[in-house]
């Protein structure tokens, strides 16, 4: 099925670096939805966005709506340890499934 | 954000046995729920759509007779692995989808690890 481009694919990055990673689709969506995994539990949801050009707030987490429509982009600000985990976008139109990236796994050194 | 309950956590059964996994939503309604699959390192496959008071919707490649879905109310569905064999040994995570108006939210489950053996 239909999958997002999301990049990059791994990070490894210091503790107390900024992270930046984004989602990009051929389609248009009307939702993109940010989650968090971690290893042995369910996504958890960090930002949903609804509005083409919406930039969104969660902590030390901003997200933001691609005026296209076709993408979006995670900030993580002053990374911590806990931040540890692979990161999904989706992205969703309609009441149809969910559209997902392969992920982004996210390393932080202490 | 809303609360997705699945139980059980882990389970591990023998080959040829059924095995059911439920889904419910804490703190809202859902009239749409999904089951997903999800292999090591590998991102979310969708398995099937349920929707209450109707008939799931699988994605291709899904045997339905082999994994039934039933969605009885807005707060609960189940996936049932029949005749499970090692194959079916997997993560598997439920969804459900709180909508208003255009805009969604979906929220995921902790995941349900099936051993087979």
């Known amino acids: 099925g239909q999958q997002l481009n999301q990049s990059p694919q791994s990070m490894f990055i210091q503790e107390g670096e900024d992270v930046s990673m984004n989602c990009t689709s051929s389609?248009?969506?009307?939702?993109w939805l940010w989650y968090k995994q971690d290893p042995g539990e369910g996504p958890v949801l960090l930002i949903a966005?609804?509005?083409?050009?919406e930039l969104t707030s969660n902590g030390r987490l901003t997200a933001q709506f691609g005026i296209t429509r076709k993408d979006s982009f995670l900030n993580i600000s002053a990374s911590i340890p806990s931040d540890v985990g692979i990161y999904f976008c989706a992205g969703v139109s309609g009441n149809t499934p969910l559209v997902f990236g392969k992920g982004t796994r996210l390393s932080v050194i202490a | 954000g809303a609360v997705v309950s699945q139980h059980p956590s882990w389970v591990i059964c023998k080959s040829g046995t059924s095995v059911k996994i439920e889904c419910r939503s804490l703190?809202?309604?859902?009239?749409?729920m999904f089951w997903y699959r999800q292999f090591p390192k590998q991102s979310l496959m969708l398995m099937a759509t349920s929707n209450e008071g109707s008939k799931a919707t699988y994605e291709q490649g899904v045997e339905k007779d082999k994994f039934l879905i039933n969605h009885a109310s807005l707060t609960l569905s189940t996936l049932t692995v029949t005749s499970a064999h090692p194959e079916d040994s997997s993560f598997y995570i439920c969804?459900?989808?709180?909508?208003?108006?255009?805009?969604?939210?979906?929220?995921f489950g902790p995941g349900t690890r099936l051993t087979v053996t």
């Open positions: 969804s459900a989808r709180d909508q208003w108006g255009l805009h969604y939210e979906q929220y």
């Open positions: 703190d809202f309604q859902a009239t749409t």
């Open positions: 966005l609804y509005k083409a050009g």
């Open positions: 389609s248009i969506f009307n939702t």
